[in-house]
């Protein structure tokens, strides 16, 4: 049975760091592109960012690039979302997702709208707040 889990979540000061987790099981995370998706609230869900599974390289999205990494620990079967210097517009649910396709790639941001039939987990919030 796939299965996505994040965690790592929380409460946060403009400018602190959090690391998101997303622990896969039923599959071998490795072989397959993976993808961390955020909703802010009255907002709709937007890609934040994606790692590839042939080289490792990501993509992120304009509003987070140079402040979030993605990077995976294949031992560990987890995808993580480091992210830093948070702003207050970060504040959101965080999810992992995976469409499970052999030959996906992580060459631009990934568009929710294309994952509707994918692996999502269950999400993680983060609020940045004085």
């Known amino acids: 049975q796939v299965q996505l889990v994040e965690s790592g979540g929380g409460l946060v000061q403009p400018g602190g760091s959090l690391r998101l987790s997303c622990a896969a099981s039923g599959f071998t995370l490795e072989y397959y592109t993976m993808n961390w998706f955020r909703q802010a609230p009255g907002k709709e869900r937007e890609g934040v960012g994606c790692i590839d599974a042939s080289d490792g390289s990501a993509v992120y999205a304009d509003s987070v690039q140079g402040r979030f990494t993605v990077s995976r620990d294949n031992a560990q079967n987890t995808v993580y979302l480091q992210m830093n210097n948070l702003e207050p517009e970060d504040t959101a649910v965080y999810y992992c997702?995976?469409?499970?396709?052999?030959?996906?790639?992580?060459?631009?941001?990934?568009?929710?709208?294309?994952?509707?039939?994918?692996?999502w987990g269950q999400g993680t919030a983060v609020t940045v707040s004085p």
């Open positions: 997702a995976t469409d499970l396709d052999f030959a996906g790639t992580c060459s631009s941001v990934p568009d929710p709208s294309s994952y509707e039939s994918a692996y």
